[in-house]
């Protein structure tokens, strides 16, 4: 039997006027707003991030050259390998996801070329199954991908305090997109699709077209590896006080 699903929002609804719209717009909670006005789907127990989208959707922009940048990455074969870069403003603690990339049934190759022209320079955060080796040439898959010219982190991601809990990355995320500090450039189709249907089911994450959540967890699990592109330059006072006073000379030396 096949099933298809059939999305309703309040434009076709033509006997709602303005005013009732904003009246139901502000009785909902936020993660409700969503499902109510534009019908995309609840599914399970809840959404894993209950945030509406207009709290951390921004406009595109070129990312200033002090913001430190990492990437995240997902492997996948039959379902999805993904990617996300964050950008960071470590002066106002807010994190910007900037790019994504998602593609199954591709090798590392495929993959390394989408991503390397975000930056050679990027490290990459990966997870723990990069350990895993290949059963035909016995090479481990981030060494693999190391290969094809990706700056791989040396060691699989973790928490600062040790560990991969996917539940401390969660809720690492969930409470900077509630306090403003958690970003995403809108033009960013597919990481969006990904975070309206993120959901629990019995309390439980499902594991299901997660990809691009998955990658952009471990890139915030691992942002204390974020770098520049070049050292950011530190004034030295004192070098340039010994400039001005070998420029300037003094009277009673002439």
Request: aromatic share 10%.
């Amino acid at each position: 039997m096949t099933k298809f699903c059939v999305q309703a929002t309040w434009d076709d609804v033509p006997h709602l006027t303005k005013k009732q719209k904003d009246e139901l717009w502000a009785s909902y909670p936020p993660h409700e707003r969503d499902a109510r006005a534009k019908g995309i789907p609840m599914l399970g127990s809840g959404r894993v991030f209950p945030i509406s989208e207009e709290l951390i959707a921004c406009d595109p922009f070129p990312i200033p050259a002090h913001y430190v940048q990492i990437n995240g990455l997902d492997f996948g074969f039959n379902h999805p390998f993904a990617a996300v870069n964050i950008s960071i403003d470590r002066d106002a603690d807010t994190i910007f996801v900037t790019k994504s990339y998602r593609q199954k049934e591709a090798v590392p190759v495929i993959h390394a070329a989408a991503i390397n022209p975000w930056g050679a320079w990027i490290p990459c955060a990966w997870p723990h199954d990069g350990l895993q080796h290949d059963k035909g040439s016995a090479i481990q898959l981030a060494d693999q991908y190391r290969s094809c010219g990706l700056n791989m982190w040396r060691e699989h991601a973790t928490h600062a305090e040790g560990g991969f809990g996917t539940e401390a990355g969660i809720i690492m995320i969930l409470e900077r997109m509630m306090t403003g500090r958690f970003k995403v450039f809108s033009n960013l189709n597919e990481w969006f699709e990904e975070f309206r249907m993120y959901h629990r089911k019995d309390g439980k994450i499902i594991k299901e077209r997660d990809d691009l959540m998955s990658a952009t967890r471990i890139a915030v699990m691992m942002q204390r590896y974020a770098t520049t592109e070049l050292p950011v330059e530190v004034e030295d006072r004192y070098a340039r006080n010994r400039k001005k006073s070998r420029n300037s000379g003094s009277a009673w030396a002439a």
